[in-house]
T-cell receptor
Framework: NAGVTQTPKFRILKIGQSMTLQCAQD?????MYWYRQDPGMGLKLIYY???????DKGEVPNGYNVSRSTTEDFPLRLELAAPSQTSVYFC??????????FGSGTQLSVL | DAKTTQPPSMDCAEGRAANLPCNHS???????VYWYRQIHSQGPQYIIH???NNETNEMASLIITEDRKSSTLILPHATLRDTAVYYC??????????????FGTGTSLTVIP
């Protein structure tokens, strides 16, 4: 099992551009999450999903969208990127004794 | 709203036990206490969790007070590789709600040689 795979690892965007952060898991987990982590801070929940076709907002959803068409994939869409969205983004899935399994993160800079 | 309170930083000598405290005075009866750690800029890693009873696994021990308002994570013999940020999280175990994990700022543990 690869676990949770995030792509890309690094990305630089210009203000106003859009992009999709990809997240895939091969553990057949129903629950998936997107977090962002600003420098020196803890993780903040952006969106989560309890299964294919079901998504809901977390603490900081503004400026982001998600979809969950399959159990495996949970992409995060940034529309009209802003400097405030400069952060490290982590995707996670939940399974196996209610534990979170994290991807390696995507470092995004918006300039 | 923060559900847990942790000291921002701690030091521990290598080979000694590291005791990381966490206050969760508003914890409700169906909320579990979880501990995760984040080494450098990697994704957080699960350590241990519990409801009422003390728990132990190959990584650590979790001591929860009888009133469940606080807990302590114990790393019995800290090594340099245990230097990380440790997050204490309380979470409701409810079906179909996403069972959100809310991370605070954690405790930055530095293990000193």
């Amino acid at each position: 099992n690869a676990g949770v795979t995030q792509t890309p690892k690094f990305r630089i965007l210009k203000i106003g551009q859009s992009m999709t952060l990809q997240c895939a898991q091969d553990m057949n987990h129903n629950y998936m999450y997107w977090y962002r982590q600003d420098p020196g801070m803890g993780l903040k929940l952006i969106y989560y999903s309890v299964g294919a076709g079901i998504t809901d907002k977390g603490e900081v959803p503004n400026g982001y969208n998600v979809s969950r068409s399959t159990t495996e994939d949970f992409p995060l869409r940034l529309e009209l990127a802003a400097p405030s969205q400069t952060s490290v983004y982590f995707c996670a899935s939940e399974g196996g004794g209610e534990k979170l399994f994290f991807g390696s993160g995507t470092q995004l800079s918006v300039l | 709203d923060a559900k847990t309170t942790q000291p921002p930083s701690m030091d521990c000598a290598e080979g000694r036990a590291a005791n990381l405290p966490c206050n969760h005075s508003t914890i409700s009866g169906n909320e579990y206490v979880y501990w995760y750690r984040q080494i450098h800029s990697q994704g957080p890693q699960y350590i241990i969790h519990g409801l009422k009873n003390n728990e132990t696994n190959e990584m650590a021990s979790l001591i929860i007070t009888e009133d469940r308002k606080s807990s302590t994570l114990i790393l019995p013999h800290a090594t340099l590789r245990d230097t990380a940020v440790y997050y204490c999280i309380v979470r409701v175990d409810e079906l179909n709600t996403g069972n959100q994990f809310y991370f605070g700022t954690g405790t930055s543990l530095t293990v000193i040689p």
